[in-house]
C-alpha cells in the first residue's frame, strides 16, 4: 500500500474527523501542553499536528510564526510528522541537513529547522491521527530523558483528545437523542422518583394538551392519570422507590390517561426505569391506542361474525352426504366436510392441491391407475379449469374403494384475484356398482343363451363376470368320478385376462373335498372369500363359489381379485345368483343330456344284450305270488335252449324244470326275492330243448310306489361247473407235491447244514496253518502271496459257511440270543469304527446321528452283525467319494437304524427279492461287485429274531436306503437283568468316528 492510501485510510479519516480539531482555532489545554514542551526540553517549537491527506493541520502550536502560526497548517511538502503516521513510531532526527529523508524539506532550506523529535497520536480504536512534536534550529541529540519526557506529553496530549472526542460524541448522542424525542410520534415523558416532570416532548404536548412549560416540573400523576386510578400510581411508584426495580419495565401495557380536558382515552405505555446519579428516573413512551381499541373491537366483532358464519356453513357441510374440498389462495388445503373425512378415513392435513393425490389415495376410473398432481379435480380448478363429470376412486387403507363423480371450479372475486377453488364429491359407489352387476347378469344370461354345452356355459359365465368386474382370472370345476371311484373336482373351463391361461398356474387340475379353495367350497357347500395364494401371485384376494343344484354341488366357480379388498357384500350376492343360474342352466343341460344318453344307452344295451349268451330279466312280483315279465332279453336260447314266454308265470315255469335234485335251493331263492330280498342261486335247469344246464342266477329287488320289481340275471355255468370240478383234481395233486417239496427243501437245509458244519473244521485247519506259514519271517515271497491268497479265500469260505450255519440255525430255531440292555449309540460308534478304514480307503464321507439316550434290549453280537452287514453292503456299493449316512432315531416305542447311501443302488422291481439267499441284485452284478448273497439273509432273520423289521428302498437321489426297526428297552427287561452295557453314552464312546468325515 503506497503512503497517499495510507494516509487516505477511510477508518482513519473519519476517527480524525471524529476528534472535531480540524475547525477549531485554539484548544487551551493542547495550549498548555505544547507551552510545557518548549520549557521542559529547551525547544523553540512545540505542536500538536494532525496529518490529513493533502496537508497537516496545528490545533496547537507554540513557538510558530508568521502565516503558518496564522493559518495553523501546512502542506505535507513542509512536513516531518507525516513520517510518524507512515511509520506508526516516533521519529526523532539529530541533524536535519545530514538525513536523507528530511534534508530537502522546505522547513530545513527555508526555515531553518535543524532537529526534530515526535510521538505518534493514536485515536481511541488504534489509528495513528498525526504527532505531537517539538523542533529545534540548531543540532542537538535527544537525550533518553527527553525523549521519555515527550512521551509522556504525548500519552497527555492523547489523552485530552481523546476526551474531546469522547464530549463531542456525547453532544452529538444527546443532540440525537434530543431530536428523535422532539420528533417522535408517541408521547415521550420523564420523571424523577418524587414522580416530577423532568422531559415532556412535542407528541407529549399534543396528546395531552400540556405545553412542557406547563408540564416540566409538574407532578405526573396530576396532569395524565384518572382520578380513580391516583393512589394506585402513587402506590406503584412507592414501591419502586422501595425496592429499586419496577415489574413492568420493558412490558407494554395498556392503561387510561386524560388530557388537559379531562377526557379519558385508552393508551399504550412502555416504561423504563433508570437508577442516575441524583436517584431513580422513569421514561416512558405514550401512544393512543383509541382507534386501534376501537379497529380491534371491530375486528373481534368481524371475527366473531365469520367464525358464527364458518361455523354454519361448516355446519351445513357437515350435514350434506356429498363431500366438499377447498382449498385457499395458496393451493393449501383449507375445507373438509365431514362427508369427505369419513369418505378418505384421514384427518384434515396442510397439504397443497398438487400434492394430495398420493396423500389421500386419489385414483383414475379404473380404481388402479394413481391420478398425477395436476390430475386431481381440486388442482385442475385451482388452476382455472371448470371440472364436470370427472370420474375418480378413493382408495383410503383400512376403507374399501370409493368410487366418486367430481364437478369443480375455481373461486375468482369479480375483479380480484383467486382465492381458492372448491370441488364437491359425489359418491357414485353404490349406482355404479349396481349398474355394472345388472350388466354382468345381463351378459352372463345372453352367454347362457347362446352356448351349445355345459361347459361352453360355464366359460362364457366366468368370463363374462371377470371382464366385467375387472379381474384377472376365473376357471369352473365339475365334480367327476375319479378312477378310484372317488368324486373329485376337475378343472374343466379358466379365463385369464390378457395372457393364456397357463401363465396362471393356479393350484392343481384336480382337487379333493376340502383341497385348496375350491375344494372347501365344495365340501362345505358355501362361499369362501380367501386372501392370495402363492400359485397365483397377480391375485390379492380369491372367492370360490359353489355351483348347487338344489343340496347337491355340481361345481366350483373360483375368481381371483388384483384388489385388497374383499368382494361387496352386493358383488358377492351377484356372484351366487350368477351360480344359481349357471347351476340351474346345467342341471337343466344335464337332464337333457341324461335323457338322450339313457335313450342311447338302452339302444346300445338292447344291442350288447343281442351279443351275449347271458339272460338279463326284470319281473314283477304281484301281490297274488306271481311273477309277472317286465324285460326279458330278446335271445335265451344259450340259457335255456329257446326264448322263454313272458305272458305266464314265470316262477310256477321255472319251477317246473328245475332238476329234482336242486328243487330245493331254487325254492329257497324263490321264497327270499318273493320277501324282497335280494338273492342268488346255482341249480340245474331242464331246457326247452332237453339238455340239463347249470345256471347260475341272481336277483336284486327293489320297491317303486309299493311295488316289488327284480332286476335279474341268468348265466349258463355248466363249463364252469365242469372246469371247477377238474381244477379240484388238480389242487389236490399239487397239495401232494408240495408237501414232497417241502420236505425235499427241508433235507437240503440239513444237508447245507451238516456240510458246512463238517467244512468248518478242515477249514480253520487250513486258516491255521496258512498263518503259521505267514508267521515265518523265511518264507520266499512268491510262497508267502501264495499263502495269503489261500487265508484269504478261506476266510471268505468261512464266512460263507458261518452265514450258512446261522440261517439253518434261525430257521430251526436253535440261536439262543443273549440278551441284554444296549446303548445304541455305543452299538453304532464301535461298529463304525471298524469299518472306518474302508470308508476311507475309498475317500467315503460318513454322516452319523446317533443320540445317546436310545436304548434296545437285544443279543448285541447279533445285532452287531446286523450292523456289520449293512455297513460293509454300503461301503462296498458306494463309488469313491460318495457318502454313507447312519442315523438312528426313537419311532414307534423302539428304536430305527437308518443306512443311507449315494451308490449304485437296487432295481425297484428287485428289491423284493433283496433279502432271498443268494440274490444278487443286477446293478450289482452289472458292476462287477462279488458276494454270495446271504449277508441281508441272515441279518432279515437276526431282525426278526428280536421282534423287529427291516426294509430296503430306493435313496432320495441315488444310493439304498435300510431301515432297521428294532423294540426298545422296555421296564419289565430292565427289572428282569442288570444292564450290562452303560445306560448313557460315554463321553468318548465315538472316539475316532467323528460325525461327519471323508
Excluded at 535527544?142 to 489523552?159: F, I, K, Q, Y
Excluded at 386510578?229 to 422507590?241: D, F, I, K, N, Y
Excluded at 443273549?818 to 480307503?841: G, I
Aim: a negative charge; one cysteine or more.
Amino acid at each position: 500500500m503506497g503512503d497517499r492510501a495510507r494516509l487516505a485510510d477511510p477508518a482513519r479519516l473519519r476517527a480524525l474527523a471524529a476528534t472535531g480539531l480540524s475547525t477549531t482555532t485554539a484548544v487551551p489545554a493542547l495550549d498548555r501542553l505544547t507551552a510545557l514542551a518548549n520549557r521542559t526540553l529547551g525547544t523553540p517549537i512545540a505542536l500538536v499536528s494532525l496529518v490529513a491527506v493533502d496537508n497537516q493541520f496545528f490545533p496547537s502550536a507554540s513557538g510558530l510564526t508568521g502565516a503558518t502560526a496564522a493559518e495553523r497548517r501546512a502542506p505535507l511538502s513542509h512536513s516531518f510528522c507525516k513520517h510518524v503516521v507512515l511509520d506508526q513510531a516516533p521519529f526523532l532526527v539529530t541533524d536535519a541537513r545530514a538525513d536523507n529523508r528530511v534534508r530537502n524539506n522546505p522547513s530545513v532550506t527555508r526555515g531553518g529547522i535543524a532537529a526534530y523529535a515526535g510521538f505518534p497520536l493514536r485515536s481511541p480504536d488504534g489509528h495513528v491521527l498525526g504527532a505531537f512534536c517539538v523542533a529545534d534550529r540548531r543540532v542537538r541529540s535527544w537525550t533518553e530523558n527527553e525523549v521519555a519526557t515527550l512521551g509522556d506529553l504525548t500519552t497527555a496530549v492523547e489523552s485530552e483528545i481523546a476526551l474531546r472526542q469522547a464530549n463531542a460524541e456525547l453532544r452529538l448522542s444527546a443532540q440525537r437523542i434530543r431530536t428523535v424525542l422532539d420528533t417522535a410520534l408517541d408521547a415521550f415523558v420523564s420523571i424523577d422518583a418524587g414522580g416530577r416532570v423532568t422531559a415532556w416532548n412535542a407528541a407529549a404536548e399534543h396528546l395531552f394538551g400540556r405545553t412542557a412549560a406547563e408540564a416540566l416540573g409538574a407532578d405526573l400523576t396530576g396532569l395524565i392519570v384518572p382520578e380513580r386510578l391516583r393512589s394506585s400510581h402513587e402506590a406503584g411508584l412507592a414501591r419502586v422507590r422501595a425496592s429499586g426495580t419496577s415489574q413492568l419495565a420493558g412490558r407494554r401495557l395498556e392503561l387510561l390517561a386524560v388530557d388537559r380536558t379531562g377526557h379519558e382515552f385508552p393508551v399504550e405505555m412502555t416504561l423504563q426505569v433508570s437508577e442516575e446519579v441524583d436517584g431513580l428516573r422513569f421514561h416512558a413512551f405514550i401512544r393512543d391506542i383509541t382507534d386501534r381499541t376501537a379497529a380491534h373491537e371491530a375486528l373481534e366483532r368481524e371475527r366473531q361474525r365469520l367464525t358464527e358464519e364458518q361455523s354454519f356453513l361448516q355446519a351445513l357441510l357437515d350435514s350434506l352426504d356429498t363431500g366438499v374440498v377447498a382449498c385457499d389462495q395458496t393451493g393449501r388445503l383449507a375445507l373438509f366436510s365431514q362427508a369427505l373425512l369419513r369418505m378418505l378415513g384421514s384427518s384434515v392435513q396442510p397439504l397443497d392441491a398438487q400434492t394430495w393425490s398420493e396423500t389421500y389415495d386419489l385414483f383414475g376410473p379404473d380404481g388402479r391407475t394413481p391420478l398425477t398432481d395436476a390430475e386431481t379435480p381440486l388442482a385442475r380448478a385451482f388452476a382455472g379449469e371448470l371440472v364436470e363429470g370427472q370420474e375418480l376412486m378413493i382408495a383410503a387403507p383400512g376403507l374399501a374403494p370409493r368410487r366418486f363423480v367430481a364437478n369443480g371450479r375455481p373461486i375468482d372475486p369479480v375483479g380480484g384475484r383467486r382465492i381458492g377453488a372448491v370441488v364437491a364429491l359425489h359418491d357414485v359407489t353404490d349406482a355404479y356398482r349396481a349398474e355394472k352387476l345388472r350388466g354382468i347378469q345381463h351378459a352372463v344370461a345372453q352367454a347362457l343363451s347362446e352356448a351349445t354345452s355345459a361347459h361352453e356355459a360355464a366359460a362364457a359365465a366366468i368370463a363374462a363376470v371377470a371382464e366385467g368386474l375387472g379381474w384377472p382370472y376365473g376357471e369352473y370345476r365339475e365334480v367327476t368320478e375319479a378312477d378310484d371311484g372317488t368324486q373329485v373336482l376337475s378343472r374343466v373351463s379358466r379365463w385369464a385376462a390378457g395372457a393364456v391361461p397357463s401363465a396362471f398356474p393356479y393350484s392343481a387340475s384336480v382337487l379333493r373335498a376340502g383341497q385348496d379353495l375350491a375344494g372347501q367350497a365344495w365340501r362345505r357347500s358355501t362361499t369362501i372369500v380367501a386372501g392370495p395364494a402363492a400359485s397365483l401371485p397377480c391375485a390379492v384376494a380369491r372367492i370360490a363359489l359353489p355351483v348347487s343344484s338344489g343340496s347337491t354341488v355340481l361345481g366350483v366357480i373360483t375368481f381371483a381379485s388384483d384388489t385388497a379388498e374383499p368382494p361387496h357384500p352386493d358383488t358377492l350376492a351377484m356372484l351366487e345368483g350368477v351360480c344359481d343360474h349357471v347351476g340351474r342352466y346345467l342341471e337343466r343341460r344335464r337332464a337333457e343330456d341324461l335323457a338322450l344318453a339313457l335313450a342311447a344307452a338302452r339302444r346300445e344295451l338292447d344291442r350288447i344284450i343281442e351279443q351275449i349268451n347271458d339272460y338279463v330279466w326284470t319281473v314283477e312280483v304281484c301281490a297274488d305270488g306271481t311273477i309277472r315279465s317286465i324285460y326279458t332279453s330278446p335271445n335265451g336260447t344259450g340259457v335255456f335252449g329257446d326264448a322263454l314266454p313272458t305272458d305266464l308265470d314265470l316262477g310256477g315255469l321255472m319251477a317246473a324244470r328245475i332238476h329234482p335234485d336242486d328243487r330245493s335251493l331254487f325254492l329257497d331263492f324263490h321264497t327270499s326275492i318273493r320277501a324282497g330280498r335280494s338273492a342268488e342261486v346255482e341249480c340245474r335247469v331242464v331246457g326247452f330243448d332237453g339238455l340239463t344246464r347249470w345256471i347260475w342266477t341272481r336277483g336284486v329287488t327293489r320297491w317303486e310306489d309299493g311295488r316289488l320289481f327284480v332286476d335279474g340275471i341268468c348265466t349258463n355255468v355248466t363249463e364252469r361247473r365242469e372246469l371247477t370240478e377238474r381244477r379240484e383234481e388238480l389242487f389236490a395233486a399239487e397239495r401232494q407235491q408240495v408237501a414232497r417239496l417241502r420236505e425235499l427243501d427241508g433235507l437240503k437245509d440239513e444237508l447245507v447244514a451238516v456240510v458246512s458244519h463238517e467244512l468248518r473244521n478242515p477249514i480253520s485247519a487250513i486258516r491255521g496253518y496258512t498263518e503259521i506259514l505267514l508267521d515265518d519271517p523265511a518264507l520266499a515271497a512268491e510262497h508267502r502271496g501264495h499263502a495269503e491268497v489261500i487265508e484269504r479265500k478261506s476266510a471268505q469260505l468261512l464266512q460263507i459257511i458261518n452265514d450258512l450255519l446261522d440261517l439253518a440255525r434261525l430257521d430251526a430255531g436253535h440261536i439262543d440270543l443273549r440278551r441284554t440292555s444296549l446303548s445304541t449309540s455305543r452299538l453304532l460308534s464301535d461298529a463304525l469304527a471298524d469299518h472306518w478304514p474302508a470308508a476311507v480307503a475309498k475317500n467315503l464321507t460318513v454322516v452319523t446321528d446317533t443320540p445317546g439316550d436310545l436304548l434296545l434290549y437285544g443279543d448285541p453280537a447279533r445285532l452287531r452283525q446286523v450292523l456289520d452287514n449293512l455297513l460293509s453292503n454300503a461301503i462296498k456299493y458306494t463309488p469313491d467319494g460318495g457318502q454313507v449316512t447312519v442315523t438312528a432315531v426313537g419311532e414307534r416305542g423302539g428304536v430305527e437304524v437308518r443306512v443311507s447311501d449315494t451308490g449304485i443302488g437296487i432295481p425297484a422291481e428287485q428289491l423284493a427279492q433283496l433279502f432271498t439267499r443268494f440274490f444278487r441284485a443286477r446293478t450289482a452284478v452289472e458292476h462287477g461287485i462279488r458276494g454270495t448273497g446271504l449277508g441281508l439273509a441272515v441279518t432279515k432273520a437276526i431282525v426278526e429274531a428280536h421282534a423287529g423289521t427291516v426294509t430296503a428302498e430306493p435313496g432320495p437321489e441315488t444310493g439304498t436306503t435300510f431301515r432297521v426297526w428294532l423294540p426298545g428297552l422296555s421296564a419289565s427287561a430292565l427289572l428282569a437283568e442288570p444292564a450290562a452295557e452303560p445306560l448313557a453314552e460315554p463321553a468318548a464312546a465315538t472316539a475316532g468316528v467323528p460325525a461327519a468325515s471323508g
